[in-house]
């Protein structure tokens, strides 16, 4: 049980960050092309579903670990999905797409699952 509530945490915190990444311009533009900016909906869609997976893996990392403990596994998580993300977004961004899309439907999968067992 609590293995799967760690993978959670781990993959709704980079698709959550890749969700928030995605709502900023920069982003969105090496994305789809130069100076392309994401219609509002569509970027308060991103930025909702980001803060989404966060909570979900503030939720995952507090009832695996506790709270405090689970707090402070969180902010590590965040550290390593930021640290990934930025290094996928530099270098290989059809990879930090791909993966930040599993990442989100496989976290959100895995935290139902987690909740179910």
Do not use: K
Not at 57 to 71: M, P, Q, R, T
Request: aromatic share 12%; hydrophobic share 60%.
């Amino acid at each position: 049980m609590t293995t799967l509530y760690l993978f959670a945490l781990f993959t709704l915190s980079y698709g959550g960050m890749f969700a928030l990444s995605m709502a900023m311009d920069r982003h969105y533009a090496e994305l789809r092309g130069r100076g392309a900016e994401p219609p509002p909906a569509l970027r308060r869609r991103w930025q909702l579903g980001g803060a989404a997976a966060l909570a979900l893996a503030l939720a995952a990392s507090a009832h695996a670990l506790g709270g405090a403990h689970g707090f402070l596994m969180w902010l590590g998580a965040l550290t390593g999905a930021c640290l990934l993300l930025v290094l996928l977004l530099s270098y290989a961004l059809r990879l930090a797409v791909l993966l930040g899309v599993a990442a989100y439907a496989c976290g959100s999968v895995a935290y139902l699952l987690a909740g179910v067992y």
